[in-house]
């Protein structure tokens, strides 16, 4: 098993399937596009194929600890589309930016709490050097197929 494998069995977590495009809907982009040294990661949310994991607004139907969780997860979602376009998660040398977007209630103002369940993970997979990444996150009014968290992200590859 390849180093970011084995630590994702450490920490008891495994990758969804990789996000296709949920029933009635067409994916015209690409999850993933390497250009140069970089892979451009497309927006993704919890997904697990096309089965969407979390659904709602943060502060009214989804709290806090329950978005973190969905950043989490949105975090698994996008592995497995790097994987999927890169063959091995080994060849992520660093993670340079992500941006957060977050399904807002009125007046919920903790959308780094939320993107801290996306970057955590990262951490834990790849320590505080290549992991470390720049970041922001917004609130929005709305997110495709109302999940609660998208995240997309730059990283270098090797």
């Known amino acids: 098993m ?4 084995d630590r994702l069995s450490e920490l008891g977590l495994s990758l969804p399937a990789p996000m296709t495009a949920p029933p009635g809907v067409e994916l015209p982009f690409r999850p993933v596009r390497v250009s140069g040294g970089h892979a451009y990661v497309s927006g993704h949310i919890a997904i697990d194929g096309a089965e969407v994991l979390f659904r709602g607004k943060v502060g009214s139907d989804v709290p806090l600890e329950r ?3 969905a950043a989490r997860a949105t975090g698994l ?3 497995a589309s790097l994987e999927q376009e890169l063959g091995d998660l080994d060849r992520v040398t ?3 930016k992500a941006l957060g977007l977050v399904n807002c209630a ?3 103002n903790q959308t780094p709490a939320v993107m ?6 990262i ?11 720049a970041r922001s996150s917004i609130g ?3 997110l495709p197929f109302d999940a609660p968290v998208e995240v997309e992200a730059v990283v270098e590859v090797g």
């Not at 801290?116 to 993970?121: E, Q, S, V, W």
């Not at 951490?123 to 990444?133: F, K, N, Q, R, S």
Request: proline share 6%; glycine share 14%.
């Open 94 to 96: 660093r993670w340079v």
């Open 140 to 142: 929005v009014a709305e």
């Open 77 to 79: 979602s996008m592995l």
């Open 67 to 69: 978005a973190h969780e």
């Open 106 to 108: 009125p007046g919920f």
């Open 2 to 5: 390849a180093r970011i494998a």
């Open 116 to 121: 801290n369940g996306f970057t955590n993970l």
């Open 123 to 133: 951490l834990d997979l790849w320590g505080p050097d290549a992991g470390g990444h």
